[in-house]
């Protein structure tokens, strides 16, 4: 299903997400609808409190979501497993082999948001990574140290030398997607890995380098984990979305948290994109002269990567002028999109679970 293009409308098969936030309660309530209606499946991030860790726990967060999704809507969210310590291996597989758990998680403790929990030593999941690989289970990589010594500019380039390269030579059959990726060093060590290594690319992270965080004055609603770099990261993850290499997917790591909580003495980490990310996508591969790759990236890179079968619905993007809404409501919180008060070029106009079923 070749994209459908012309100047002002650009029809792509009905994409997926491969990296959300979800979070739980009157917050996933809120925000569920934002990733379902564009997208047929998401990747799932079990970062809760406490984090999903057994197959029940993802059984029952699965309902939960599955219940804050407007009726009507095509909707499939893919478990995920938060790696501790002292997980059980076996629990990993069975979650795997009964069709709950599609990958685990690696957290390295203290990172980001809820990761408390995380693993403190890469060498104690040794048994987890050997059964994993076994199964062909892919292991979703948050990629920091979170070394005190270690500026936090340069931990994603540290990860990869003594933590990611070394693995990945542990076990040479291991499936590893490297998330939201923010780097030259990240783009290039994926480029150059064997096809086993992918890596998923934010909208926020095209869009924007360190300079929106700091420049006139703190922004905490640009402030993300990873956080944004310098600009020739910026343009190197680009070029890396643009490309039309099948190594770099579509993943937003969309994370909503309530404005008080982000205009705070110390600030949660996290860009809620959903409401605007196939907008932002488009407005970035546009910028690059490269809508026609956009379909690959965000519709058939990441399921082939899983080994997923392509959606077969569309959606479709118009050319028209909008503005995002300042504020969006979760009940009683309050939450600030990605580009909010900003002006974009395309808005999202239809998505259709099949090609022959009604615009929603």
């Not at 060498?123 to 199964?135: A, G, K, P, T």
């Not at 992918?198 to 922004?219: D, K, P, Q, S």
């Not at 990605?338 to 002006?343: S, T």
């Amino acid at each position: 299903m070749p994209a459908a293009t012309s100047p002002d409308r650009l029809v792509l098969r009905r994409p997926d997400d491969w990296h959300v936030h979800l979070r739980d309660g009157d917050m996933l309530a809120a925000v569920a609808r934002h990733t379902a209606w564009p997208f047929a499946r998401a990747i799932t991030m079990p970062n809760l409190v406490p984090p999903i860790t057994t197959v029940e726990a993802a059984r029952g967060y699965r309902e939960r979501i599955l219940a804050a999704v407007p009726a009507g809507l095509d909707f499939e969210p893919l478990m995920t497993a938060y790696l501790t310590d002292e997980i059980d291996p076996e629990e990993i597989a069975r979650g795997h082999a009964e069709g709950v758990f599609t990958a685990c998680k690696l957290y390295p403790a203290g990172a980001t948001t809820n990761s408390a929990s995380g693993v403190t030593d890469i060498r104690r999941l040794d048994r987890v990574l050997e059964r994993m690989q076994s199964i062909g289970m892919p292991l979703l990589v948050h990629g920091e140290v979170v070394d005190h010594d270690i500026d936090i500019f340069d931990r994603e380039a540290v990860f990869i030398e003594r933590i990611l390269a070394p693995t990945l030579a542990r076990f040479p059959g291991l499936k590893v997607v490297f998330e939201h990726i923010t780097t030259c060093e990240a783009v290039d060590f994926v480029r150059a890995a064997d096809a086993r290594v992918a890596a998923t690319i934010t909208a926020h992270h095209l869009e924007f380098n360190r300079n929106a965080l700091l420049v006139g004055g703190i922004r905490p609603h640009h402030y993300c984990l990873p956080v944004a770099k310098r600009e020739h990261h910026r343009q190197a993850l680009r070029a890396a979305a643009t490309s039309g290499n099948p190594k770099f997917f579509l993943g937003t790591d969309t994370a909503p948290h309530g404005i008080a909580e982000k205009e705070s003495a110390c600030g949660c980490a996290g860009i809620f994109s959903a409401p605007v990310a196939l907008e932002s996508y488009a407005k970035t591969f546009e910028e690059e002269g490269a809508l026609d790759r956009l379909e690959g990236f965000a519709s058939e890179y990441g399921p082939r990567f899983y080994g997923l079968p392509l959606n077969t619905g569309t959606v479709t993007l118009q050319r028209q002028s909008w503005t995002v809404p300042d504020t969006l409501e979760a009940g009683s919180v309050r939450i600030r999109p990605f580009h909010a008060g900003g002006a974009l070029a395309w808005r999202l106009q239809d998505a259709r679970a099949s090609e022959d079923t009604e615009p929603r």
